[in-house]
């Protein structure tokens, strides 16, 4: 155990001291940021990406510091990135449903359709 | 485990997979990539059914936001542990044991206290009937803090038990990999909360 644990540990030497309580001042600011922002009236879609741009913003820091990608080997940073290509491929999949208003609110058919007549329309 | 690990490794019968990177790392990564597709299909899911059907998560998005000192408080929670958990890791890695171990206790206590804190909240929730039936945004409501609140569970567990066996032995490797979970399980709320209690 000691001679693998020594091992990576004298890895871990290399890289310069991490900020970690700056990181943890900046994450408290900006939580305070968005609950702050969330009171002001931006706009409908404002507020949601200014919320979403600190939420992945805060992210980013948890996940170069707290995790320390920014640290890491590259294999191991691409790996931690897969996903967010997938997350993006599954969130462009589903605009063609948001945009075309199949599951829109105007749409009663979707909504009446389970409780009123369930097959018969089709 | 690791014991095992390191005796064979002269034998080459233990081969890192990734040179530089003990393979429970690695394997914890290629696990958070799971969870990560895991929580985007709901909030994906979310997202969908908000925007086709914004009336139905109005007076949801009223209530909590209306009242969100706890879950503001539980977020200060969550960034504190993450920050505590990464000072463990540290403290691990350069064997300074009692600090480790100090700082795992203080990292399983926040991550308990988030749990008695949600569990007040869905008290009230529950008085108030605003059940997963109640309606679209309350389902959700339910299930993306349940899950997360398994999650939670789930760390504090073997945070736990790292701090038991921190005692005798060199668990600095595990150390390493519970954190990079925990962190995860803190990242997920980065985005919860914004997603629940303030758009």
Redesign the interface.
Same mark, same amino acid.
């Given at each position: 155990m000691s001679d693998s644990h020594d091992g990576h540990a004298a890895e871990h030497v290399e890289h310069p001291p991490v900020p970690y309580f700056a990181i943890f001042g900046t994450l408290c600011v900006f939580t305070l940021i968005t609950i702050g922002a969330s009171f002001v009236e931006l706009g409908k879609a404002g507020n949601v990406v200014l919320a979403l741009a600190i939420a992945a913003f805060k992210a980013s820091l948890v996940m170069l510091f707290f995790m320390h990608l920014k640290y890491e080997k590259r294999p191991i940073v691409l790996i931690a990135l897969a996903p967010f290509i997938l997350v993006a491929v599954l969130i462009m999949a589903l605009f063609p449903d948001i945009l075309n208003g199949q599951y829109h609110s105007d749409d009663h058919e979707f909504k009446e359709a389970p409780a009123a007549e369930p097959h018969e329309a089709k | 485990m690791?014991?095992a @690990?390191?005796h064979n490794?002269d034998n080459d019968v233990y081969e890192p997979a990734?040179?530089? $990177?003990?393979n429970g790392?690695?394997a914890m990564?290629?696990f958070?990539?799971?969870e990560?597709?895991f929580f985007?299909?709901l909030m994906?899911a979310y997202? $969908?059914?908000r925007?086709? @059907?914004?009336?139905?998560f109005v007076f949801g998005h009223d209530t909590l @936001?209306g009242s969100?000192g706890l879950a503001?408080f539980n $977020?200060?929670l969550l960034?504190?542990s993450?920050?505590t958990?990464?000072?463990a890791v540290?403290a691990g890695?350069k064997?300074e044991t009692s600090k480790q171990r100090m700082l795992l206790l203080a990292t399983a206590a926040m991550g308990t206290l988030f749990l008695i804190l949600k569990s007040v909240e869905y008290g009230t929730k529950i008085e108030h009937g605003l059940l997963p039936r109640h309606d679209l945004f309350f389902a959700f409501y339910w299930t993306l803090t349940a899950i997360h609140g398994i999650h939670i569970l789930a760390g504090v567990i073997p945070i736990m038990g790292l701090w038991w066996f921190a005692k005798t032995?060199?668990v600095?490797?595990e150390c390493e990999m519970i954190?990079?979970y925990w @962190?995860?399980v803190?990242?997920v709320w980065?985005?919860l909360?914004?997603l629940l209690?303030?758009?």
């Open positions: - | 690791s014991d @690990h390191a490794f990734l040179e530089g $990177t003990f790392k690695l990564w290629l958070l990539c799971s990560v597709m985007s299909g994906g997202m $969908t059914l925007i086709g @059907h914004p009336e139905n @936001h969100i503001a $977020t200060a960034i504190s993450s920050l958990m990464a000072l540290l890695q064997k032995k060199d600095s490797g954190g990079l @962190h995860f803190d990242l980065i985005f909360f914004p209690y303030l758009i």
